[in-house]
């Protein structure tokens, strides 16, 4: 397993961007396809984007295509969520989970999780 921790979370204006991080430790990770989730007050968590262990492959909830776009830096043991456009919907805390497996929009697949960030969107 791999430990994660978000980072990059606050409070931002309908329409602004956050680009939110997270760090992992393990000299695996760069194996890892790395997923974000969120969740909303009052609701389940929900997938948001994840990467594939090269970066190559990308795949986004069509709720945030066009807006947010994953990355990841292996040299850094780091993926990324640029999130674009925020909308007060976005609101959520956001966390970043890792698998070794291949199946990555259903949250039980993931292996390792972080603690969460907050993400806020005033309207």
């Known amino acids: 397993q791999v430990q994660l921790v978000e980072s990059g979370g606050g409070t931002v204006q309908a329409g602004g961007s956050l680009r939110l991080s997270c760090a992992a430790s393990?000299?695996?990770?760069?194996?890892?396809?790395v997923g974000w989730f969120r969740q909303a007050p009052g609701k389940e968590r929900e997938f948001v984007a994840a990467?594939?262990?090269?970066?190559?492959?990308?795949d986004h909830a069509d709720s945030v295509k066009g807006r947010f776009t994953v990355s990841r830096d292996n040299a850094k043991n780091t993926v990324y969520l640029q999130m674009n456009s925020l909308k007060h919907e976005d609101t959520a805390v956001y966390f970043c989970?890792?698998?070794?497996?291949?199946?990555?929009?259903?949250?039980?697949?993931?292996?390792?999780w972080g603690q969460g960030t907050q993400v806020t969107v005033s309207s």
């Open positions: 990467v594939n262990w090269s970066g190559t492959l990308r």
């Open positions: 989970a890792a698998t070794a497996g291949r199946t990555w929009r259903r949250e039980i697949a993931y292996e390792s």
């Open positions: 393990g000299r695996t990770f760069s194996s890892y396809v």
